[in-house]
């Protein structure tokens, strides 16, 4: 299956970034409790491109992905997805943008119990009112491998399944950017390496681009680049990683 015959075909010539960040400062409290969460972080994240955030408990991955995201304001500096920058939009553009261009998978699936998967997949575009593209859609329930749990609630679907119709909810709107928060923190290694897969495929398949927090090397392997932050700012970063080169360089940055 191409991109092209997804509809996802790439523009020749320049590609604007699918998120960056420039000078971000993210503090929280104040005084002798105050906490720099991102000292100054300026990065660019490519479209179509798969990446991995890494670093030690405490470094800012996460606080860096909730502020791409828009789930989350940075005390300064500026964050943009695409040509859009978020500092200067109202609370209602703020919701459209994470509504329509950007897609979530986390760590809890949060899929909502009462909602079968494929309600579940639907409910951001039902919210919006928006219908689906059923064509697309069946191409990724399809792929996902859903096609006979769509009647199914969460509570009848193992933890891979409900974090591939996470994956599926993400990608139905057709996104810009997915972020994921360790979206495999609570798999088991054959269910993690499904959902990789999926995210994997949303790239090299669907044209999406991925970014993804994680702590675990094996994760990082399937990004097309790591990027390695400690104490809120980017040290180092990796491209084609394996889950050997992704370990040695995270103890070396331990050594450090």
């Known amino acids: 299956m191409t991109a092209e015959a997804l509809g996802t075909e790439t523009a020749v010539g320049a590609i604007t970034a699918a998120a960056r960040a420039t000078d971000l400062v993210k503090l929280y409290g104040s005084g002798d409790t105050q906490v720099r969460a991102l000292d100054g972080v300026s990065a660019e994240f490519a479209q179509r491109e798969f990446t ?40 209602k553009q703020m919701t459209r943008m994470r509504r329509d261009r950007i897609g979530f998978v986390f760590q809890a699936f949060n899929l909502v119990p009462t909602l079968t998967a494929l309600e579940n997949i639907t409910l951001p575009l039902d919210i919006a009112g928006r219908k689906p593209d059923e064509q697309w859609l069946d191409i990724v329930i399809d792929r996902l491998g859903l096609r006979d749990r769509l009647s199914h609630r969460p509570s009848e679907l193992s933890g891979g399944q409900q974090q591939r119709v996470a994956c ?8 810009d950017i ?48 790591v990027v390695f932050l400690a104490d809120g700012r980017i040290v180092d970063e990796l491209r084609d990683p394996t889950a050997d080169s992704v370990l040695e360089r ?7």
Not at 168 to 175: E, S
């Open 178 to 225: 997915i972020f994921g928060d360790e979206p495999t923190g609570n798999l088991d290694s054959r269910s993690s390496n499904e959902v990789l897969s999926i995210l994997r495929t949303a790239v090299d398949e669907f044209g999406q681009t991925v970014m993804i927090v994680t702590h675990e090397p094996h994760a990082a392997s399937y990004a097309d680049r």
């Open 168 to 175: 599926a909810r993400a990608l139905a709107g057709r996104p």
């Open 250 to 256: 995270m103890k070396s940055m331990e050594k450090k």
């Open 52 to 91: 991995a955030i890494m670093g030690p408990s405490g470094s800012g991955k996460s606080t860096l992905m909730h502020c791409l995201a828009g789930l989350d304001s940075a005390t300064s500096g500026t964050v943009h997805i695409g040509d859009t920058e978020l500092t200067g939009l109202s609370d």
